[in-house]
């Protein structure tokens, strides 16, 4: 059994539970993930139960095995976490729209495509101002220079701000500028990132499922955020890789409620990642919708055959007001607003 302590734990609370178990004679490690103290306890579950840890002062749940990520893992009575990012809510119940460029080209780029997206109904504005790229000689980002052009954009439009880090010396400059912040596919797996972006809490996370990773190694990932403090993270399926080559990845709608019946974080959908073309971002994007997702995350661009980054999957302005149109009765019909 494992009793896991709560980020605000005093040391007398720890104390307590420690001198707990040893009166009841049952041996027990002590350890840390992240900010969070652990009592690893070597004993039936039944016996561990009967002491009712629960009821201490700073002890959040006692469970029954820690591979069952008991802070992201859905318990029994359980609510759902609802993710606040300034004044929008993501996993209340409602359709949150995330839309913006793949990458931040310029000033009048992202102000042009922010004050779009927001008259058609958008809640966050997306723009990479740091990206991963498989080549070398692909267009990394403006980095600094993306921040600022962020920034402005949400000065004058009001849109808080969703945006990737790519690596642990970027972190505190990105969280100067984002209201999220994105981990991407790539950086699933890079755990010493995820700890970071966990402890500094502030901020919540977008986390996108890696391109090769199970639904377990995708929660895991989950676990490491929320257990080294940060509790606010989003779930972001945008394909993974298979050995179709009709679209760029296949996207795997099925981990929508998979998911939601495992976890009680938000879950979205990036269709535009997940498909790669234009022309099959808008029927994935409501089928995702259908299938139960929180939100969606959309690629647009006002001009996408001259985009620097990821054109072919990008909807230019008029395509995705017909989206919006599509998702306002989509989400009449299933009793949520967008």
Same mark, same amino acid.
């Given at each position: 059994?494992?009793?896991?302590?709560? =980020?605000?734990?005093?040391?007398?609370?720890?104390?307590?539970?420690?001198?707990?178990? =040893?009166?009841?004679?049952?041996?027990?490690?002590?350890?840390?993930?992240?900010?969070?103290?652990?009592?690893?306890? !070597?004993?039936?579950?039944?016996?561990?139960?009967?002491?009712?840890?629960?009821?201490?002062?700073?002890?959040?749940?006692?469970?029954?095995?820690?591979?069952?990520?008991?802070?992201?893992?859905?318990?029994?009575?359980?609510?759902?976490?609802?993710?606040?990012?300034?004044?929008?809510?993501?996993?209340?119940?409602?359709?949150?729209?995330?839309?913006?460029?793949?990458?931040?080209?310029?000033?009048?780029?992202?102000?042009?495509?922010?004050?779009?997206?927001?008259?058609?109904?958008?809640?966050?504005?997306?723009?990479?101002?740091?990206?991963?790229?498989?080549?070398?000689?692909?267009?990394?980002?403006?980095?600094?220079?993306?921040?600022?052009?962020?920034?402005?954009?949400?000065?004058?439009?009001?849109?808080?701000?969703?945006?990737?880090?790519?690596?642990?010396?970027?972190?505190?400059?990105?969280?100067?500028?984002?209201?999220?912040?994105?981990?991407?596919?790539? /950086?699933?797996? /890079?755990?010493?990132?995820?700890?970071?972006?966990?402890?500094?809490?502030?901020?919540?996370?977008?986390?996108?499922?890696?391109?090769?990773?199970?639904?377990?190694?995708?929660?895991?990932? !989950?676990?490491?955020?929320?257990?080294?403090?940060?509790?606010?993270?989003?779930?972001?399926?945008?394909?993974?890789?298979?050995? !179709?080559?009709?679209?760029?990845?296949?996207?795997?709608?099925?981990?929508?409620?998979?998911?939601?019946?495992?976890?009680?974080?938000?879950?979205?959908?990036?269709?535009?990642?997940?498909?790669?073309?234009?022309?099959?971002?808008?029927?994935?994007?409501? !089928?995702?919708?259908?299938?139960?997702?929180?939100?969606?995350?959309?690629?647009?661009?006002?001009?996408?055959?001259?985009?620097?980054?990821?054109?072919?999957?990008?909807? /230019?302005?008029?395509?995705?007001?017909?989206?919006?149109?599509?998702?306002?009765?989509?989400?009449?019909?299933?009793?949520?607003?967008?």
């Amino acid at each position: 059994m494992i009793v896991v302590m709560s =980020l605000d734990a005093k040391e007398q609370d720890i104390t307590a539970v420690s001198q707990k178990l =040893l009166q009841a004679g049952m041996l027990y490690q002590k350890a840390k993930s992240g900010d969070r103290v652990l009592f690893n306890v !070597a004993s039936e579950p039944e016996l561990v139960r009967g002491l009712s840890l629960e009821s201490f002062s700073g002890v959040e749940q006692v469970v029954a095995t820690w591979a069952t990520l008991p802070l992201v893992s859905r318990k029994q009575g359980r609510v759902n976490t609802v993710v606040q990012v300034e004044d929008i809510s993501i996993g209340d119940g409602n359709i949150s729209i995330i839309a913006g460029p793949c990458a931040v080209e310029s000033e009048e780029q992202i102000v042009q495509i922010a004050h779009h997206v927001k008259s058609a109904g958008a809640n966050m504005l997306r723009g990479g101002a740091f990206k991963p790229r498989t080549s070398p000689y692909s267009f990394q980002g403006l980095g600094k220079m993306g921040l600022c052009f962020l920034k402005k954009a949400k000065e004058l439009t009001g849109m808080p701000i969703v945006t990737e880090v790519v690596a642990i010396e970027q972190l505190d400059l990105v969280c100067q500028y984002a209201d999220m912040l994105q981990v991407g596919s790539r /950086n699933m797996h /890079n755990y010493a990132l995820l700890k970071a972006v966990g402890e500094q809490r502030k901020t919540p996370v977008l986390l996108k499922r890696g391109m090769s990773s199970t639904i377990d190694e995708w929660l895991s990932a !989950a676990e490491y955020i929320v257990s080294s403090g940060n509790s606010n993270v989003v779930l972001c399926e945008r394909g993974i890789r298979t050995f !179709a080559k009709k679209t760029r990845y296949t996207l795997d709608l099925s981990a929508v409620p998979v998911v939601k019946a495992r976890s009680h974080l938000p879950v979205i959908v990036d269709p535009s990642h997940a498909t790669g073309h234009w022309r099959l971002v808008e029927p994935m994007a409501l !089928a995702a919708v259908a299938a139960g997702a929180d939100g969606l995350m959309i690629e647009v661009h006002p001009k996408p055959e001259a985009a620097l980054s990821d054109g072919n999957q990008s909807l /230019n302005p008029k395509n995705f007001n017909q989206l919006m149109d599509k998702l306002k009765k989509l989400a009449q019909a299933l009793e949520k607003e967008q």
